[in-house]
């Protein structure tokens, strides 16, 4: 009897031990996925396009004209899949660096795109609980963009600039903007394609 007591124990204090185990790995595991691999602080804030959690400082995503993209604005701690009442900003602005800068017209005056803070107003972004929606018609492009910024001049683009030109960041950011993502974007015909890389935003 005691024999089997002590065996009992033991297979006890196994289980326990690897119960332990994975409560650790577990632990682990969540801030790996929260810290980018511990490669930055801790984000309780992130952003998800696709089904792919975006957690980079800087990314960048091709998107599919005359189609309508989900980003899901989410908080780690919040409960309900809408990601809570926190709240977060929005916004588009230029991605401009050599490869990407350029000179534009409107009537007789010429611009740097460089010098544009804001593109927000050229985009159909719709603010929802807990998510985004931005709305790419198929006609979008660069002198679409301007010719909303601009209204009633006419606008004239270098034919050079084209929709596969990552020219447009979206700024995503908490409610207290603690945590910002700069989400660089092009355009095309087609499936929708998430690729995290830090070369193409230029802040």
Same mark, same amino acid.
């Given at each position: ?8 124990? +033991? ?6 031990? +690897? &119960?332990?185990? &994975? &409560?650790?790995?577990?632990? $682990?595991? !969540?801030?790996?996925?929260? @810290?980018?691999? !511990? ?19 800087? @990314?960048? $995503? ?13 908080? +780690? ?24 800068? !350029?000179?534009? @017209? ?42 909303? &910024?601009?209204?009633?001049? @006419? $606008? ?6 084209? $929709? ?40």
């Amino acid at each position: 009897m005691r024999a089997k007591n002590e065996t009992i124990t +033991v297979i006890s204090k196994v289980i326990a031990f +690897v &119960l332990i185990l &994975l &409560l650790i790995a577990g632990v $682990v595991g !969540f801030f790996v996925v929260y @810290t980018n691999g !511990f490669t930055s602080d801790f984000r309780s804030f992130y952003v998800e396009y696709g089904g792919e959690k975006i957690l980079r400082d800087k @990314t960048s $995503v091709s998107l599919q004209l005359d189609k309508q993209h989900r980003f899901d604005c989410r908080y +780690v701690f919040a409960s309900g899949q809408d990601g809570g009442d926190y709240g977060y900003n929005v916004s588009v602005i230029p991605n401009a660096d050599g490869d990407t800068d !350029f000179e534009f @017209t409107v009537g007789k005056n010429v611009y740097s795109y460089s010098a544009l803070e804001d593109l927000t107003p050229a985009f159909d972004i719709e603010r929802n609980d807990g998510y985004f929606i931005l709305a790419l018609p198929s006609d979008f492009g660069m002198q679409s963009v301007l010719c909303a &910024l601009f209204p009633g001049e @006419t $606008v004239s683009v270098p034919s050079e600039v084209t $929709v596969e030109g990552y020219y447009y960041t979206l700024v995503v950011s908490s409610y207290n903007e603690r945590t910002v993502y700069y989400i660089s974007f092009n355009c095309f015909f087609g499936i929708a394609s998430l690729r995290m890389s830090e070369e193409r935003v230029i802040i």
